[in-house]
């Protein structure tokens, strides 16, 4: 072991202390990679004495305490990666290692980001080795200004001080760091304006300036960077009109200018842009018309133009088939809904709040889907589905009352043609009107004398059996064409049945309404007993059992309609004697599985009875298993989370939540059981959570991906505390990325986190009931306002 020279173990479940004796052991080791593991403790200052070291990378474990200044001793060190643990204290003297790193002349990778550091940001950071390529220093807790002498690291690819206190401007010597890539300064304090010396960047990529205070306007230098791909300036004071080179831009696929005080016309050649796929000018002073190359951009996931002053109609927009999200809303537009929207089949929210819109509302697509859209604040609107509550379309009556007056005169002509040409055969007629009406008088006569005792049913035909199957073929699959007639209690369809098509009508209960069934038995009855021929004959009864409402039921948009709870037995008159009576004789009165324990031994129903079949459902369809006999036996080993999960992944923990929300609605004990109010308030709760963690900064994003990749192998975890002091600000979902970088050896090092676009997830939610509110989208995270 003694000669060993490379020693790589990241994204393991390695745990323990890391050996004191380090130099001992491995006194000529050059390479070492214990990442992604357990590790706690503290660092092993003898990591100073082994001088052969060249690569150390001890990132995303939980080593606490302070960095050792012995690593200035290094001359060989190339790599000092110790970024997502909980080294430091918040205190000055935590980052003062910085300045001993000054002897190590090969460092080129320096990674202590999000940690516990504090302190001001060193001046003698520029003067570093002259290699060093990637800095990350985000996620602290440091102070200061950034040196104005940063341009002496001319090798520098990427600095990232994200997320801390910083002060002061952005130096103007950082345009001279013509290898820069990536450059984040979001999420600070800084202020004053942006230098124009930015567009001498050539090759940046990712530029993050949001949050922070700079004001005056948009450097129009910024168009040279051909390279650009994420441009993000939001939540800053920035002022004045959008730069027309932005739109020169060939490889721009995310800007965000959003909650600035822009103003002016937006660019009107933003369809040069066809890589980009996120826009958000949302909440600045922009005025004019949307631009109508918009439509151009083929590319358009994110579109958020909320709250400007746009007027005029709306752009024709039928191209962009990619768009998930359309926020209008807060503008001056007018004009009708282009029915082209109908057609975007990826869209999950649109809002054209708050307009000046008129006209009829589509209502198929999009507008089916009264969650996906939102139109209100305009007062011109007509139509649309029922759950908008508008007025009827003018247009649409007046066209209905021409085609009824069509109607009427047709009828009118006919009928004066008739009598016309009936006047030849009155008399004809009228003999054999004469002879018809005596012989229906006579008929009636007998009716009349028929002994009252004679059963109705026993002189009629004896009752065929009829399938649902034939029903459905004859009522042409219960169309709407064939409805002769409505009730309170079901539908009457017109019918041809059997070979000879014999005309009946079939009346179709609908079970769900209270009193259905009572009427259908009061209605049988009374035709029973009644004795006319204009009565219709009751022929047969279809009954289908598969029918019973007691299952959870979707829809085409997915939403869930809950029609049993565990309670399978609906009273229509409560009486206390009576049910306890019926139910000590019939047994349990719910669906097995789903019934609280304490009906099967007498128990009393109540509504902790339905919260455990509420549980019961819960439990089933996030672990998508059967039910067993006991309910807690549903919990596979392989999904359970336990105490150990690391904070830092939201959909994980979101997800033990809801099933430990699960089994607490199953406790055997009904009093232990939360009420519904409990479960409801603790379910918006899980989910604001989970939208609040996926949109903070990511403190814990480096740790991230070591969680996943243990998650695979074991589904355990380690919890830990947040570190992050600072207050969490929002993200927006084309600006996530990981900030630890490795940029050689990609092969050799296991963990290369790369940066990426991540978008926001929305988790479908079902719901028993539909609420008439404002629909909840991955708009709001986007366009910039916190969840």
Known sequence: MSSLVFLS???????????????????????????????????????????????????MCYMAGSIPMGFGKLYNLEWLVLSGNYLGSYTTKDIDFLSSLNNCTQLRNL????????????????????????????????????????????????????????????????????????????SNMMSGDIPSSLGNLSMISQLYLYQNSFKGGIPSSLGNCSYLTNLALSFNMLSGSIPQELMELPSLLTLDLSNNNLTGNFPSDVGKLVRLTGLNVSHSLLTGHVPPSLGSCLAMEYLDLNGNYFKGTMVDMRGLKNLKLLDLSNNNLSGTIPDNLVDFSLIQHLNLSENNFEGPVPTEGTFRNFSKFSIFGNQNLCGGIVELKLQPCPAQDEEEEKSREHTSMRRKIGIGLGAGLSSVLF???????????????????????????????????????????????????????????????????????????????VKVLNLEIRGAAKSFIAE????????????????????????????????????????????????????????????????????IGYVAPEYGIGGQPSIHGDVYSFGVLLLEIYTKLALPERVLDIADNSIILHSGLKVGFPIAECLTLVLELGVRCCEE????????????????????????????????????????????????????????????????????????????????????????????????????????????????????RPV
Not at 127 to 134: C, D, E, G, I, K
Not at 482 to 501: D, H, M, Q, R, T
Not at 562 to 586: H, I
């Open 524 to 591: 049988c009855e009374a035709l029973k007993s009644a004795r006319h021929r204009n009565l219709v004959k009751l022929i047969t009864l279809a009954r289908a059992s598969i029918t019973r409402p007691s299952n959870v039921l979707l829809d085409d948009d997915l939403t869930a309609h809950v029609s049993d709870f565990g309670l399978a037995r609906l009273l229509l008159k409560f009486n206390q004697d009576l049910f306890f009576n019926e139910l000590s004789s019939g047994g349990v009165r719910g669906t």
């Open 427 to 505: 008399s004809v007629l009228f003999i054999i009107y004469l002879r018809c009406w005596f012989k229906k008088r006579s008929m009636q006569d007998v009716t009349c004398n028929t002994n009252n005792d004679v059963d109705f049913f026993a002189i009629a035909p004896p009752h065929s059996r009829v399938g649902y199957e034939e029903l459905h073929k004859a009522t042409c699959g219960f169309s709407l064409k064939n409805v002769i007639g409505s009730g309170n209690y079901g539908i009457v369809y017109k019918a041809f049945l059997g070979p000879e098509k014999r005309v009946v009508a």
């Open 111 to 186: 990674g202590v980001g999000y940690n516990r550091l504090g302190g001001i940001l060193p001046l003698s950071i520029s003067n570093l080795s002259t290699q060093l390529s990637h800095v990350s220093l985000g996620g602290n807790l440091l102070s200061g200004r950034i040196p104005l002498d940063i341009g002496n690291l001319e090798r520098l690819m990427s600095f990232n001080v994200e997320d801390n206190f910083l002060t002061g401007e952005i130096p103007a010597s950082l345009g001279k760091l013509s290898r820069l890539e990536s450059l984040y300064l979001q």
């Open 669 to 784: 004990i009904s009093t232990d059981r939360l009420s519904m109010s409990e479960v409801s308030k603790q379910l918006i709760t899980i989910r604001e959570r989970g939208s609040s963690r996926l949109e903070e900064q990511p403190e814990n994003v480096i740790r991230n991906q070591k969680l996943e990749s243990k998650s695979k192998k074991s589904g355990v975890g380690r919890s830990i505390e947040n570190s992050n002091a600072s207050a969490a600000k929002p993200v927006y979902p084309f600006f996530n990325r990981n900030l630890l970088f490795e940029p050689d050896e990609k092969q050799s090092l296991c963990s290369p986190l790369k940066k990426v676009f991540v978008e926001r997830d929305e988790a479908a939610t079902t719901t028993a009931t539909m609420e008439e509110s404002e629909p909840i989208g991955p708009y709001c995270s986007w366009s910039g």
């Open 9 to 59: 173990i990241p994204l393991n479940n390695f745990s323990g202390k890391l050996m004191h004796d380090f130099d001992m052991i491995f006194p000529d080791i050059q390479v070492l990679f214990l990442g992604g593991n357990n590790f706690e403790g503290e660092i092993p200052s003898s990591l100073a004495n082994i001088s052969s070291l060249r690569k150390l990378h001890i990132g």
